[in-house]
């Protein structure tokens, strides 16, 4: 079963920079359409960036002009470059993918999910 391996959040203080990976566990022939969500303490999950099929990025209104998505040079490998981060942004960061292009911040529209990684920053 394919699952995504998602590395690089961590502490940082207002301001600083941070970039996560994202990986498909196993080589796959098939295109997988990857998107970044998160989950702060207390609230429901968001999404966050995506890119459609023809390479181009979306991003949710908090992040934009902030936030980075791009996709690795292997295959189903995606990035999300976190720059200026604030308080607000704490929480956990899942990428999601699937084998249907979605074009959607909608979680259930996406069927893999990683475990997620941690990003906390301190003001």
């Known amino acids: 079963q394919v699952r995504l391996l998602e590395s690089g959040g961590g502490s940082v203080q207002a301001g600083g920079s941070l970039r996560l990976s994202c990986a498909v566990s196993?080589?796959?022939?098939?295109?997988?359409?990857m998107a970044w969500f998160r989950r702060a303490p207390g609230k429901e999950s968001e999404g966050v960036a995506f890119i459609d099929g023809k390479g181009y990025p979306t991003y949710a209104p908090s992040v934009k002009g902030r936030f980075t998505i791009s996709q690795g040079y292997f295959k189903n490998t995606l990035f999300l470059q976190m720059n200026n981060l604030a308080p607000e942004d704490t929480g956990m960061y899942y990428c999601?993918?699937?084998?249907?292009?979605?074009?959607?911040?909608?979680?259930?529209?996406?069927?893999?999910w990683g475990q997620g990684t941690q990003v906390t920053v301190s003001s």
């Open positions: 196993r080589y796959s022939s098939s295109t997988y359409y």
């Open positions: 999601a993918a699937d084998l249907t292009e979605r074009r959607t911040f909608r979680a259930a529209d996406y069927s893999v």
